[in-house]
Every structure is written in C-alpha cells, then in structure tokens.
C-alpha cells in the first residue's frame, strides 16, 4: 500500500526538487490527521508519503505541497502558496500516485499510475 507523488515545474520544464509534501487522512470526526511527510527528490518525486505504520483505509485523504516555500527558493514571486489535492480510497484501492504539474500561477493534477 502507498501514496506517492511526482511534481515537474512546468514553468522551468525541470522537476520541483526539495518540495515539503505532507499527507493527511480526514477522521470520522472531519479532523485531518497527519500520516506521513516527505520532500520530493532531485526527480520531484515522493515515492511514499505513508508513514510507516500506517495503512491505506477507505475514506478522505490530502496531499498538500509547499509551493510558495519551493518558489521563493527558486526566486520567482507566485499565486499559490500550498496547493491541497483532496482525493477519495475505496476499499480494495492499494495505491495513488498523485502528480502535480506547477507553474508560479496555475497548477494541475490527476491521478497517475
């Protein structure tokens, strides 16, 4: 079971390396919970965000990506300063990949294989 995420900075056409990435899962009582965290790679990627421990259940989780902290590193002024993917498992689902395609004004996602 995993989570994993993969972020190219479509502005500069490189991945978005050293990117804070946390992910939540929203308890029965709507509160998020933080379950793991993580930094993407010099390939922009966060193989798994699952803390060890934990399990993919059924229910509401987020991704959320630092964006504002990785653009003022990279010296450009930008629109988003976290960019949140909230998504839904089912039962039975065993893995995510939920990539993010940045630019300092506008961002895209989807669910990846």
């Known amino acids: ?13 490189v991945p978005a390396r050293d990117m804070a990435v946390k992910l939540e899962r929203q308890e029965r009582a709507g509160e998020w919970r933080l379950i793991g965290s993580g930094r993407t790679d010099a390939n922009g990627r ?5 803390s060890d421990g934990e399990t993919l259940a059924a229910g509401a989780y987020r991704v ?8 003022a590193a990279q010296n450009v002024q930008a629109l988003f300063p976290l960019v949140q ?18 630019s300092p004004y506008g961002y895209t996602t989807y669910r990846g294989s």
Do not use: N, W
Not at 7 to 13: F, I, M, N, W
Not at 46 to 50: M, N, V
């Open 46 to 50: 966060c193989d798994q965000l699952l």
């Open 1 to 13: 079971m995993r989570i994993s995420t993969h972020v190219l900075d479509t502005a500069r056409g």
């Open 85 to 102: 993917v909230t998504f839904v498992v089912r039962d039975g689902e065993k893995h995510f990949h939920i990539p993010l395609l940045l």
């Open 64 to 71: 959320e990506f630092e964006t504002g902290a990785y653009h």
